[in-house]
Antibody, heavy 125, light 110 residues
């Protein structure tokens, strides 16, 4: 079964950088789209970024474009989120999730069937 | 505010039925598939419904999803105290080239 474990969260000053990692102990990492989803304190879920199996397709939410970089290392079964120029509004629990994305003639299928336990990122001075 | 619109809260008595709506547009719900998630504080979100109306294995048939036009609905029957949680709808938005979630609906079983 897929098991996702995030690491790398912590306290960082505004303008600083942090890199999150997500290790997948399952057997399907290299064949799966993967995503990052976050939840700020008192707020709802927010999709952050998605990457396809070989890293050739990547999408970001507008608010993180140019500041965050999603990447993956398939031989290491690992997903990453490099975050820079961090702002207070980036404070959130960050979840990695397996993204069952598929483009069909009837529309795009996107859903997250496995999630990590979350990693807290706090941006504060 | 969120691209997908959900009611902030719903409530119903144990054993009763509740529906949670999710309203979007032609760029998301209208032309793409909807998923639903249950989220308890401090835990990972759980997938309840995918591809508008399909249930993953292990999700009871008390949970049902539907879609019509640019809106989707999650129905929960036979409410239990353990169903108290936040519920989110999600979809791909083809105009934004981004994933989008609803703002979440807090379900109270009273």
């Amino acid at each position: 079964e897929v098991q996702l474990v995030e690491s790398g969260g912590g306290l960082v000053q505004p303008g600083g950088s942090l890199k999150l990692s997500c290790a997948d102990s399952g057997l399907s990492f290299s064949t799966s789209w993967m995503s990052w989803v976050r939840q700020a304190p008192g707020r709802g879920l927010e999709w952050v970024a998605t990457i396809n199996q070989d890293g050739s397709e990547i999408f970001y939410v507008e608010s993180v474009k140019g500041r965050f970089t999603i990447s993956r290392d398939n031989p290491k079964n690992s997903l990453y989120l490099q975050m820079s120029s961090l702002r207070a509004e980036d404070t959130a629990v960050y979840y990695c999730a397996r993204d069952r994305r598929l483009s069909t003639i009837f529309g795009v299928i996107m859903y997250f069937d496995y999630w990590g336990q979350g990693s807290l990122v706090t941006v504060s001075s | 505010q969120s691209v997908l619109t959900q009611p902030p809260s719903v409530s119903a008595a144990p054993g009763q039925k509740v529906t949670i709506s999710c309203s979007g547009s032609s760029s998301n719900i209208g032309n793409n598939y909807v998923s639903w998630y249950q989220h308890l504080p401090g835990t990972a979100p759980k997938l309840l419904i995918y591809e508008n109306s399909l249930r993953p294995s292990g999700i009871p048939d008390r949970f049902a999803g539907s879609k019509s036009g640019t809106s989707a609905t999650l129905g929960i029957t036979g409410l239990q105290s353990g169903d108290e949680a936040d519920y989110y709808c999600g979809a791909w938005d083809s105009s934004l080239s981004a994933g989008v979630f609803g703002g979440g609906t807090k379900l109270t079983v009273v």
